[in-house]
């Protein structure tokens, strides 16, 4: 029942108008609406409890279940939509039980305009929220592959690492563009990553890296059974070399019965068979979408170590020092070979994807979200299937927290123009064994008299530089910050 025996004045409809927007029912208590403002409140308390349940129940494994369906996307947007809706409702009621038509002509007007925005505020929120899941769900739908058609009794595991330690993703950096045909990665890692602890480690392969081997009875090791090698262009160059196997494969389909589109998978199974490896998946990434990546986050800082010249007539510059880079300085710090070489160049695209996972944080991407998804659709593709993100997701989240190590098969661990096979997949898998085992402390003590000099040199032998390929931190040679 309605008490009309103390009427509020225009300060008090304007604070339990506010009150109301944060507090459901508040208003309505101090009108006398006492069950309608319990109600309120009581549902509103059941609300905040279940979003935080929701939370604190899922962690991580909320976000990846939400987006790995375009339907449970667009019920959040509905939801999304009824709640500003019912927000909206809520404080105009509120505002007309504290029965501002009481008020001085003067008082109705200062209210009624402040409820108005009141009003209309409380329904931003929930219109941005709307508007971030469509974009979500719009660039979701544009990177990542659709799923297949499930076969007659298939059903998707529950959890796909049951039976499985690791997930093994090919991250490539390619240069196609507009007026350039084909596509060449000049850039190639595998992150191989433990499903429990989020541990990964980066694989860093060099372009140049000759005469591939290609799994054995696959389409590419019946062209090539000696390994990738092809003659010599007019001008002296090679287009056999390990960042040249995608976009031969793409151009050669009859290797492959005619099937068209074969290079991503070629590279993957010659990337996972030289380092022992099975890739689960790819992702390639259109070095001038980095860029545009890059802006979108408002640039990343970085170490300069010194001049990095850039540009068909060397007129680019990224000078040295510790600055915050924009998209195309960054790529280009990361891409040049000007008076440099692959294997520096390799180190500094490790600085700039250590710089971009450091910078780009939660709150940088909810700001920046709309640059954020229209430079990924730009800059991504990759065939991994959208309902795979729902166990990728808190995967990722764990990587963020975890170790990262990096090991780079550049001389003098491997040469180039000779690879040892052998010791490349001894190397990866070593450093995968690393990378989950902690290394025991091994504590120093002085020889025993007895122990003569030559025993003791015999016993510690030291091993030779090529022979040791120690993971490294990901930014480790990248300066400090």
Same mark, same amino acid.
């Given at each position: 029942?309605?008490?009309?025996?103390? +009427?509020? /004045?225009?300060?008090?409809?304007?604070?339990?108008?506010?009150?109301?927007?944060?507090?459901?029912?508040?208003?309505?208590?101090?009108?006398?609406?006492?069950?309608?403002?319990?109600?309120?409140?009581?549902?509103?308390?059941?609300?905040?409890?279940?979003?935080?349940?929701?939370?604190?129940?899922?962690?991580?494994?909320?976000?990846?279940?939400?987006?790995?369906?375009?339907?449970?996307?667009?019920?959040?947007?509905?939801?999304?939509?009824?709640?500003?809706?019912?927000?909206?409702?809520?404080?105009?009621?509120?505002?007309?039980?504290?029965?501002?038509?009481?008020?001085?002509?003067?008082?109705?007007?200062?209210?009624?305009?402040?409820?108005?925005?009141?009003?209309?505020?409380?329904?931003?929120?929930?219109? $941005?929220?709307?508007? =971030?899941?469509?974009?979500?769900?719009?660039?979701?739908?544009?990177?990542?592959?659709?799923?297949?058609? #499930?076969? $007659?009794?298939?059903?998707?595991? $529950?959890?796909?690492?049951?039976?499985?330690?690791?997930?093994?993703?090919?991250?490539?950096?390619?240069?196609?563009?507009? &007026?350039?045909?084909?596509?060449?990665?000049?850039?190639?890692?595998?992150?191989?990553?433990?499903?429990?602890?989020? &541990?990964?480690?980066?694989?860093?392969?060099?372009?140049?890296? @000759? &005469?591939?081997?290609?799994?054995? /009875?696959? #389409?590419?090791?019946?062209?090539? #059974?000696?390994?990738?090698?092809? +003659?010599?262009?007019?001008?002296?160059?090679?287009?056999?070399? =390990?960042?040249?196997?995608? @976009?031969?494969?793409?151009?050669?389909?009859?290797?492959?019965?005619?099937?068209? /589109?074969?290079?991503?998978?070629?590279?993957?199974?010659?990337?996972?068979?030289?380092? %022992?490896?099975?890739?689960?998946?790819?992702?390639?990434?259109?070095?001038?979408?980095?860029?545009?990546?890059?802006?979108?986050?408002?640039?990343?800082?970085?170490?300069?170590?010194?001049?990095?010249?850039?540009?068909?007539?060397?007129?680019?510059?990224?000078?040295? %020092?510790?600055?915050?880079?924009?998209?195309?300085?960054?790529?280009?710090?990361?891409?040049?070979?000007?008076?440099?070489?692959?294997?520096?160049?390799?180190?500094?695209?490790?600085?700039?994807?250590?710089?971009?996972?450091? @910078?780009?944080?939660?709150?940088?991407?909810?700001?920046?979200?709309?640059?954020?998804?229209?430079?990924?659709?730009?800059?991504?593709?990759?065939?991994?299937?959208?309902?795979?993100?729902?166990?990728?997701?808190?995967?990722?989240?764990?990587?963020?927290?975890?170790?990262?190590?990096?090991?780079?098969?550049?001389?003098?661990?491997?040469?180039?123009?000779?690879?040892?096979?052998?010791?490349?997949?001894?190397?990866?898998?070593? $450093?995968?064994?690393?990378?989950?085992?902690?290394?025991?402390?091994?504590?120093?003590?002085?020889?025993?008299?007895?122990?003569?000099?030559?025993?003791?040199?015999?016993?510690?032998?030291?091993?030779?530089?090529?022979?040791?390929?120690?993971?490294? /931190?990901?930014?480790?040679?990248?300066?400090?910050?």
């Amino acid at each position: 029942m309605t008490d009309r025996t103390r +009427p509020a /004045g225009s300060g008090a409809v304007l604070g339990w108008t506010l009150l109301s927007a944060v507090a459901p029912g508040a208003a309505h208590l101090r009108a006398g609406w006492r069950r309608t403002g319990l109600a309120l409140l009581g549902g509103y308390a059941l609300l905040l409890l279940g979003v935080l349940w929701l939370v604190l129940a899922a962690d991580g494994d909320l976000a990846g279940w939400l987006i790995h369906s375009s339907a449970w996307l667009t019920a959040a947007m509905a939801a999304a939509a009824v709640l500003g809706l019912g927000w909206f409702a809520l404080v105009v009621h509120s505002f007309l039980v504290l029965l501002p038509g009481r008020l001085p002509q003067r008082g109705q007007l200062l209210t009624g305009v402040a409820a108005g925005l009141l009003s209309v505020a409380v329904v931003v929120p929930f219109a $941005a929220t709307a508007q =971030l899941l469509w974009v979500s769900d719009r660039t979701i739908d544009s990177v990542f592959n659709q799923p297949t058609e #499930p076969q $007659a009794g298939e059903r998707e595991p $529950a959890d796909p690492w049951a039976t499985r330690t690791r997930v093994n993703l090919l991250l490539l950096g390619g240069d196609a563009d507009d &007026n350039r045909t084909g596509v060449r990665t000049d850039s190639m890692n595998v992150a191989s990553i433990d499903v429990k602890t989020g &541990n990964t480690v980066l694989f860093s392969l060099p372009r140049n890296l @000759e &005469n591939v081997r290609f799994p054995p /009875g696959s #389409p590419m090791a019946k062209r090539f #059974p000696d390994g990738f090698r092809l +003659p010599t262009d007019a001008a002296g160059g090679r287009s056999d070399l =390990l960042n040249s196997v995608w @976009e031969y494969a793409d151009a050669h389909p009859e290797i492959f019965g005619g099937r068209k /589109g074969q290079g991503a998978q070629a590279l993957m199974d010659t990337i996972g068979y030289t380092l %022992g490896l099975e890739i689960d998946w790819y992702a390639l990434v259109n070095m001038w979408g980095f860029a545009r990546l890059i802006d979108a986050i408002g640039g990343v800082t970085i170490h300069v170590e010194q001049d990095v010249v850039f540009g068909k007539y060397n007129e680019g510059l990224v000078k040295a %020092g510790t600055r915050k880079l924009k998209g195309a300085d960054a790529m280009w710090y990361a891409r040049s070979r000007t008076f440099s070489d692959d294997f520096t160049r390799m180190r500094r695209q490790r600085c700039v994807m250590g710089a971009l996972l450091r @910078e780009a944080d939660p709150t940088t991407v909810l700001t920046r979200f709309n640059g954020i998804a229209l430079a990924t659709k730009e800059l991504v593709r990759t065939d991994i299937p959208r309902p795979m993100l729902e166990h990728l997701v808190p995967l990722a989240l764990k990587v963020k927290n975890a170790k990262v190590t990096s090991v780079q098969f550049v001389p003098p661990l491997i040469n180039t123009g000779y690879p040892d096979w052998a010791k490349i997949r001894t190397v990866t898998a070593k $450093a995968l064994r690393d990378s989950v085992t902690p290394k025991p402390i091994v504590a120093s003590a002085a020889p025993s008299p007895s122990a003569s000099p030559s025993a003791s040199a015999k016993a510690t032998p030291k091993p030779r530089p090529s022979d040791v390929a120690a993971p490294k /931190g990901l930014t480790d040679g990248c300066g400090t910050l």
